[in-house]
């Protein structure tokens, strides 16, 4: 046997290896209920993944709900789109823009908690095949909504509708809760560069 035809034989054998391995776990994967997935940490790209969903779902027609806390005064590219083309999401803002423009606690939390009716709708009908809450966690560090209230809609949504969290931290009770979660690890980042936000991607 050749080098070359021993290297394709090891690769062969070590794919069919992991092959039966991938089998085996969807094989045990047999559980059939909604996910709820929280994308935290401190890199970029939180939201954007969140909005990735949002079209994978749409590719397969479902319903898809959206809530964005924090941001809202300067548009966003992810919202002119879904607003203008895609009429199966329903999507609000809390508008208040972030914390350290507004300065104003008392007003973010009455912004958050006329914005969380919206969520907790959203996370009590069955309608909704996924439901999106963007910086969410960050409601729950500022303490500007009732986390017990937070975690009781989430845990005792619809079996079949999945939810996506997003936002630095969230807390112990948050994390015990959900299903997966993923950390976005900032190993770089342009704007610390000075770099200016870019139009289409970072906004």
Known sequence: MTKKNKKSEKHKVAMQKQKAKVDAGIEAASIER?????LTGNGKGKTSSAFGMIMRALGYGHKVGVVQFIKGQQLSGEELYLRDHCPQVEFHQMGTGFTWDTQDRDSDIAAAEKT??????MLSNDRFDLVVLDELTYMIAYQY????????????????????????GG?????AIMDTISEVKEVKHAFKAGVK?????DF
């Open 34 to 38: 909604g996910v709820a997935i929280l």
């Open 116 to 121: 969380w009716v919206w969520a907790e709708a």
């Open 171 to 175: 807390g112990a009770a948050l994390q």
């Open 197 to 201: 936000a870019r139009q289409g991607v």
């Open 145 to 168: 909504l009732n986390e017990e209230a937070i975690l009781s809609a989430l845990k005792h949504r619809p079996i079949e509708q999945s939810v996506v969290v997003t936002g630095r």
